[in-house]
């Protein structure tokens, strides 16, 4: 665990025994007590993880719920962007679902947007050939996690205005379905943030 050392540049006497076995008692307490202190750290750790993991499935239940009494994916989607949104703290967020009707998806269409005021102009369909976020998230199906938009190479920010406008950073989730992607959730920020590894799970 560590060392306690005690010494005086002053003295060349040797440690009597009476010496050792008093450094050596106060060296067992010093031990124990940082154990102690440890273990309990490592408790309220494991306390805090399991009250995040709580309250994320009572979450969880809740948007379960709001989205097995919708019918529609346009309302679906809607509510999921809405409870998502509230839960990342973000303002922008939109929601697509690609057009499988001629077999591969060629195309994505919005179907839900935040704030519901914007979508009007974000109704044409974004063609997925060619579109390097398109492309990065078919990779892997995975959630992408972009903290500076700015400093990404191939992502502009017409690759992201279907999620919001003046974007410093943004969060893709893809839609899953039978292991293939029906769909993408994208969440934005107009500052720089860094998303945490419990942001994108939650997403």
Do not use: C, K
Not at 137 to 156: F, Y
Not at 161 to 170: D, H, R, T
Not at 183 to 191: A, C, D, E, H, V
Request: aromatic share 4%; charged share 20%; proline share 6%.
């Amino acid at each position: 665990m560590g060392v306690l050392a005690v010494a005086d540049p002053a003295r060349t006497e040797t440690v009597t025994d009476s010496q050792q076995r008093v450094l050596t008692t106060v060296a067992l307490q010093v031990a124990l007590t940082l154990e102690n202190v440890r273990r309990y750290g490592e408790g309220l750790a494991r306390v805090v993880a399991l009250d995040e993991r709580a309250q994320r499935l009572a979450w969880l239940q809740h948007i379960s719920a709001d989205l097995h009494s919708l019918l529609d994916p346009p309302h679906i989607l809607t509510s999921a962007l809405r409870q998502l949104a509230e839960a990342l703290l973000v303002d922008q967020a939109g929601a697509l679902l690609f057009d499988e009707a001629t077999g591969a998806p060629a195309a994505a269409q919005l179907l839900a947007h935040l704030p519901a005021e914007t979508a009007a102009s974000l109704l044409a369909p974004l063609p997925l050939a060619d579109h390097p976020l398109f492309e990065r998230l078919a990779e892997n199906h995975r959630p992408l996690a972009l903290d500076d938009l700015a400093a990404e190479r191939l992502i502009r920010p017409e690759h992201t205005a279907w999620v919001g406008f003046e974007l410093q950073s943004a969060l893709f989730v893809p839609l899953l379905a039978n292991g293939r992607a029906i769909g993408l959730l994208g969440f934005g920020s107009t500052q720089v943030r860094a998303w945490s590894p419990a942001e994108v799970e939650l997403a």
